[in-house]
């Protein structure tokens, strides 16, 4: 484990160097005991695959005070293990594969040498940890993906990818929450929204998360026809 300045205002704890899952339960178990602990001038804790970053408010808190606080906590986690972690929801999410909102489909099954439907059914057979959210708001970083489908991004992002459509980046999958830029390749779309409207909350209740997936949670993909696709979309 290593804790090192990432700004003038956060602190990096990185627990390994590769993605895999054990070293993301252990992100997972930090950074809920992190939440539960609610450490004096820590303004924002966020998961990646194999590092939690804490952000802070140096005029409530000196780095050096922090990282003490950080490390101490960071070893009682490491020493009691990840198996007290709640285990994350299983979401599953309609996606349509038809060529007509899936552009890379069938380039992707070419350059994989499979069959557009057996690249489907490889995507929907894996169920996905949700490793971390980055990059916007609501957008999981997903994994793994089947090597026999895991191909790198494009070279050139597109300047523009509607919302909703599922991607594959190395051995990564990923929903667009909304119409951004991005270099994915995109082989369906999903009609569920990602991210919902932050609604008030009185201040005794606790304001629920706006992003319908979070770290630790399991998605299984199913696919739907064209015809179910554009029903979700009319609603």
């Known amino acids: 484990m290593q804790i090192t300045s990432a700004s003038d205002r956060s602190l990096l704890i990185t627990l390994g160097d590769a993605i895999s899952r054990e070293v993301h339960a ?25 590092s939690v970053l804490v952000r802070y408010d140096p005029l409530r808190v000196t780095a050096q005070r922090l990282e ?10 490491r020493d009691t293990g990840s198996q007290s972690l709640t285990q994350g929801r299983l979401v599953e999410l309609p996606v349509c594969y038809h060529p007509e909102v899936a552009p890379d489909l069938l380039s992707l099954a070419s350059q994989c040498g ?18 971390f959210l980055g990059f916007a708001p609501g957008f999981a970083y997903m994994g793994d993906v089947d090597p026999r489908i895991a191909r790198p991004r494009h070279a ?28 994915w390749q995109l082989i369906g779309r999903c009609p569920v929204p990602l991210v919902s409207a932050v ?15 979070q770290p630790g ?13 554009q029903r979700w979309v009319q609603q």
């Open 114 to 131: 499979v069959s557009p439907e057996e690249l489907v059914h490889i995507h929907t057979a894996q169920e996905y940890l949700v490793y």
């Open 199 to 213: 609604q008030s909350q009185p201040a005794d209740q606790q304001q629920p998360p706006p992003t319908l997936l």
């Open 217 to 229: 949670d399991t998605v299984r993909f199913r696919a739907i026809a064209l015809e179910e696709f």
């Open 68 to 77: 003490d606080r950080l490390r101490a906590l960071a070893n009682r986690v």
């Open 156 to 183: 050139t992002p597109r300047p523009q990818v509607p919302q909703g459509a599922v991607g594959i980046a190395g051995r990564q999958t990923g929903v667009y929450p909304f119409s951004l830029p991005g270099g």
């Open 26 to 50: 252990q992100v997972l178990s930090l950074w809920h005991s992190l939440q539960e602990a609610k450490l004096h001038g820590v303004t924002s804790i966020s998961p990646a695959y194999a």
